[in-house]
Protein backbone atom coordinates (compact mmCIF):
# COMPACT_ATOMS: atom_id res chain seq x y z
CA UNK A 1 0.00 0.00 0.00
CA UNK A 2 0.68 3.59 0.09
CA UNK A 3 3.81 5.24 -1.51
CA UNK A 4 5.41 1.58 -2.56
CA UNK A 5 2.41 0.74 -4.17
CA UNK A 6 2.34 4.00 -6.26
CA UNK A 7 6.01 3.45 -6.65
CA UNK A 8 5.06 -0.09 -7.93
CA UNK A 9 2.19 -0.02 -9.86
CA UNK A 10 -0.90 -1.74 -9.08
CA UNK A 11 -0.36 -4.40 -11.16
CA UNK A 12 2.97 -5.47 -9.60
CA UNK A 13 2.12 -4.40 -5.90
CA UNK A 14 -1.16 -6.57 -6.64
CA UNK A 15 0.98 -9.43 -8.05
CA UNK A 16 3.81 -9.48 -5.11
CA UNK A 17 0.74 -9.38 -2.61
CA UNK A 18 -0.60 -11.90 -4.13
CA UNK A 19 2.77 -13.91 -3.79
CA UNK A 20 3.41 -13.09 0.05
CA UNK A 21 -0.22 -14.42 0.66
CA UNK A 22 -0.27 -17.45 -0.96
CA UNK A 23 3.58 -18.42 0.67
CA UNK A 24 2.72 -17.34 4.11
CA UNK A 25 3.28 -20.74 5.68
CA UNK A 26 6.41 -21.11 3.88
CA UNK A 27 7.86 -17.52 4.50
CA UNK A 28 8.12 -18.81 8.25
CA UNK A 29 10.92 -21.03 7.63
CA UNK A 30 13.13 -21.86 9.84
CA UNK A 31 13.98 -20.77 13.88
CA UNK A 32 14.27 -16.78 14.71
CA UNK A 33 17.76 -16.54 14.53
CA UNK A 34 20.43 -13.31 14.13
CA UNK A 35 19.79 -12.08 10.65
CA UNK A 36 22.65 -9.64 8.84
CA UNK A 37 19.96 -7.85 7.39
CA UNK A 38 22.04 -7.03 3.82
CA UNK A 39 24.37 -9.93 3.37
CA UNK A 40 25.49 -9.98 0.01
CA UNK A 41 28.50 -10.20 -1.85
CA UNK A 42 30.11 -7.27 -1.25
CA UNK A 43 29.69 -7.86 2.64
CA UNK A 44 31.53 -11.81 2.53
CA UNK A 45 34.84 -11.59 3.46
CA UNK A 46 36.63 -15.04 1.71
CA UNK A 47 40.12 -16.43 1.06
CA UNK A 48 40.74 -19.21 -1.03
CA UNK A 49 41.90 -23.12 0.79
CA UNK A 50 43.12 -25.42 -1.33
CA UNK A 51 40.18 -25.69 -3.88
CA UNK A 52 38.20 -24.24 -2.30
CA UNK A 53 36.69 -20.47 -0.74
CA UNK A 54 35.97 -20.40 2.60
CA UNK A 55 34.00 -17.36 4.80
CA UNK A 56 36.86 -15.13 6.09
CA UNK A 57 33.83 -12.79 7.33
CA UNK A 58 30.74 -10.71 7.48
CA UNK A 59 31.15 -6.74 8.02
CA UNK A 60 28.46 -4.20 7.66
CA UNK A 61 26.30 -4.70 10.56
CA UNK A 62 24.30 -1.69 10.93
CA UNK A 63 20.86 -3.54 9.55
CA UNK A 64 21.16 -6.61 11.74
CA UNK A 65 17.71 -7.93 13.09
CA UNK A 66 16.35 -11.13 13.99
CA UNK A 67 14.69 -12.94 11.47
CA UNK A 68 13.75 -16.30 9.12
CA UNK A 69 17.46 -17.54 8.10
CA UNK A 70 16.13 -17.01 5.08
CA UNK A 71 16.28 -13.29 5.10
CA UNK A 72 20.01 -13.48 4.95
CA UNK A 73 19.74 -15.66 1.80
CA UNK A 74 17.79 -13.73 0.01
CA UNK A 75 19.69 -10.80 0.69
CA UNK A 76 22.39 -12.64 -0.97
CA UNK A 77 20.62 -13.94 -3.62
CA UNK A 78 18.72 -10.45 -4.26
CA UNK A 79 20.44 -10.08 -7.71
CA UNK A 80 19.25 -13.86 -8.75
CA UNK A 81 20.52 -13.34 -12.43
CA UNK A 82 24.15 -13.16 -10.89
CA UNK A 83 23.99 -16.86 -9.45
CA UNK A 84 24.12 -19.43 -12.11
CA UNK A 85 22.98 -22.69 -11.22
CA UNK A 86 26.29 -24.35 -10.42
CA UNK A 87 26.67 -21.81 -7.74
CA UNK A 88 23.19 -22.07 -5.82
CA UNK A 89 23.86 -25.62 -6.04
CA UNK A 90 27.35 -24.86 -4.74
CA UNK A 91 25.64 -22.29 -2.02
CA UNK A 92 23.16 -24.99 -1.19
CA UNK A 93 26.13 -27.61 -0.57
CA UNK A 94 27.91 -25.31 1.67
CA UNK A 95 25.28 -24.64 3.38
CA UNK A 96 23.80 -27.74 4.53
CA UNK A 97 27.79 -28.91 4.96
CA UNK A 98 28.03 -26.48 7.53
CA UNK A 99 24.80 -27.66 9.19
CA UNK A 100 22.10 -25.27 7.66
CA UNK A 101 18.59 -26.53 7.05
CA UNK A 102 17.14 -25.39 3.63
CA UNK A 103 13.28 -25.91 2.92
CA UNK A 104 12.06 -27.39 -0.39
CA UNK A 105 11.76 -24.23 -3.15
CA UNK A 106 14.46 -22.62 -0.49
CA UNK A 107 15.61 -20.40 -3.64
CA UNK A 108 12.22 -18.26 -4.61
CA UNK A 109 11.03 -18.32 -0.98
CA UNK A 110 13.79 -16.43 0.25
CA UNK A 111 14.11 -14.12 -3.07
CA UNK A 112 10.57 -13.52 -1.81
CA UNK A 113 11.53 -12.72 1.92
CA UNK A 114 14.01 -10.34 0.56
CA UNK A 115 11.03 -8.42 -1.58
CA UNK A 116 9.64 -7.19 1.99
CA UNK A 117 13.07 -5.26 2.24
CA UNK A 118 12.52 -4.30 -0.92
CA UNK A 119 9.05 -2.77 -0.37
CA UNK A 120 10.17 -1.35 2.65
CA UNK A 121 13.08 0.78 0.78
CA UNK A 122 10.11 1.63 -1.93
CA UNK A 123 8.17 2.66 0.94
CA UNK A 124 10.96 4.96 2.05
CA UNK A 125 9.74 9.00 2.20
CA UNK A 126 13.41 9.41 -0.07
CA UNK A 127 13.09 10.01 -3.28
CA UNK A 128 15.60 7.47 -5.47
CA UNK A 129 14.41 7.17 -8.45
CA UNK A 130 17.80 5.00 -10.11
CA UNK A 131 17.04 2.57 -6.28
CA UNK A 132 13.35 2.35 -6.60
CA UNK A 133 13.70 1.76 -10.39
CA UNK A 134 16.26 -1.06 -9.49
CA UNK A 135 13.73 -2.62 -7.26
CA UNK A 136 11.21 -2.38 -9.22
CA UNK A 137 13.16 -4.46 -12.10
CA UNK A 138 14.13 -6.92 -9.11
CA UNK A 139 10.42 -7.41 -7.75
CA UNK A 140 9.34 -7.69 -11.29
CA UNK A 141 11.77 -10.91 -12.52
CA UNK A 142 10.57 -12.36 -8.92
CA UNK A 143 6.66 -11.96 -9.86
CA UNK A 144 7.82 -13.68 -13.39
CA UNK A 145 10.10 -16.16 -11.57
CA UNK A 146 7.16 -17.12 -9.40
CA UNK A 147 4.74 -17.38 -12.15
CA UNK A 148 6.93 -19.46 -14.16
CA UNK A 149 7.27 -21.88 -11.43
Known amino acids: GGLARE ?4 PLADALRKALEA ?4 LAFGTVCLSHGDLGHR ?11 RVNGIIDWETTTTGSPLFDVGSMFRY ?3 ADA ?3 AGFE ?6 GGTLPDGWFLTARLLDAIFLIE ?3 DTDDLPEIHADMRR ?12
Not at 43 to 53: D, K, P
Not at 138 to 149: H, K, M, P
Request: aromatic share 6%.
Open 23 to 26: REPE
Open 121 to 123: VLA
Open 43 to 53: NVLVHRSGERW
Open 80 to 82: ANR
Open 7 to 10: RLGV
Open 86 to 88: EFR
Open 138 to 149: LLTRLVADLEAR
Open 93 to 98: RGYRDA
